[in-house]
């Protein structure tokens, strides 16, 4: 089983391919032998989300030159804007471009296992004005600071 290179940061896509070998996808195998997760350790497979999409770590959010999360972080794709909203309002201040959680756009395309773009190391592609819940074809990647 890899390890990682012991340098404090999660190398690697919070949306890996698991086939790929990087720091994120060992993450959750990591979690899987520890026995913390359920699932079977050698797919290496990020965790669904009841929601359609998936759970990843990565380190840090946003463009590097300005990184709006830094550190370690969590994220989870294909969020509507309802449950992302209520997310927000439960475990941080509410509004998706602020404090410890933010909400990316994935401009109404799913997000899935091995996504060509981030959505999270884009800048300000969070919507300032608030969570589009009108519309539940807004879909949105969270990611929270651990």
């Known amino acids: 089983m890899p390890n990682g290179d012991r340098n404090g940061a ?3 896509e919070f949306c890996a391919d ?5 720091e994120s996808v060992y993450f959750w195998r990591h979690l899987r032998l520890a026995g913390l997760l359920g699932g079977d350790a050698n797919l290496g497979e990020q965790p669904a989300n009841a ?6 770590a990565q380190t840090g959010s946003g463009a ?6 830094s550190g370690p972080v969590v994220c989870a794709s294909n969020v509507n804007g309802k449950i992302a909203a ?14 410890t959680m933010r909400a990316y756009s994935q401009n109404r395309i799913s997000q899935a296992r091995g996504c060509g773009s981030n959505p999270t190391r884009a ?3 969070q919507n300032s004005a608030g969570y589009n819940a009108v ?8 990611c929270k600071t651990l």
């Open 10 to 12: 999660i190398g690697g």
């Open 86 to 99: 209520a997310l927000d309002a439960q475990f941080d201040d509410g509004k998706p471009g602020s404090g």
């Open 64 to 69: 590097s030159a300005a990184p709006e999360l």
């Open 123 to 125: 800048a300000a592609v």
């Open 135 to 142: 519309d539940d074809g807004e879909l949105y990647t969270l």
């Open 51 to 56: 929601i359609g999409g998936i759970f990843g």
């Open 18 to 22: 698991p086939a790929v070998a990087a």
